[in-house]
């Protein structure tokens, strides 16, 4: 197994949840990592990045209230949630570019998701 993401669940409306994706190798050789998310019948969406070239996105659904961080020691990725609402119900993926790449479009689902729910 690639990853291990944990963190989700069922969370009221304003409250925090923070995701962690754990990887089996060293993730400081990764150039570009991120965050997908998916609801039910939508397209899936990029919430948020980050390059070691500098590069930070965050969607402007969650902008102010997403944050993508590592820990490199704990080759571990996280996304902490704050103020979340109903439409930030998801399935949540992590991601990561391969072959160096920097490029958001090269970004590839990392893990097998988990779910966050928001209820209202």
């Known amino acids: 197994v690639p990853v291990v993401e944990s963190g989700g669940g069922l969370v009221q409306t304003g409250g925090s949840l923070t995701l962690s994706c754990a990887a089996s190798e060293i993730i400081s050789v990764i150039n570009l990592m991120g965050w997908y998310r998916q609801a039910p019948g939508k397209e899936r969406q990029l919430v948020a990045a980050?390059?070691?070239?500098?590069?930070?996105f965050a969607d402007a659904s969650v902008s102010g209230r997403f944050t993508i961080s590592e820990n490199v020691a704990k080759k571990t990725l996280y996304l902490q949630m704050n103020n979340l609402k109903p439409e930030d119900t998801a399935t949540y993926f992590c991601?990561?570019?391969?072959?160096?790449?920097?490029?958001?479009?090269?970004?590839?689902?990392w893990g097998q998701g988990i779910l966050v729910t928001v209820s209202s």
């Open positions: 980050f390059g070691r070239d500098g590069l930070t």
């Open positions: 991601a990561r570019s391969r072959d160096g790449s920097y490029y958001l479009r090269d970004l590839e689902i």
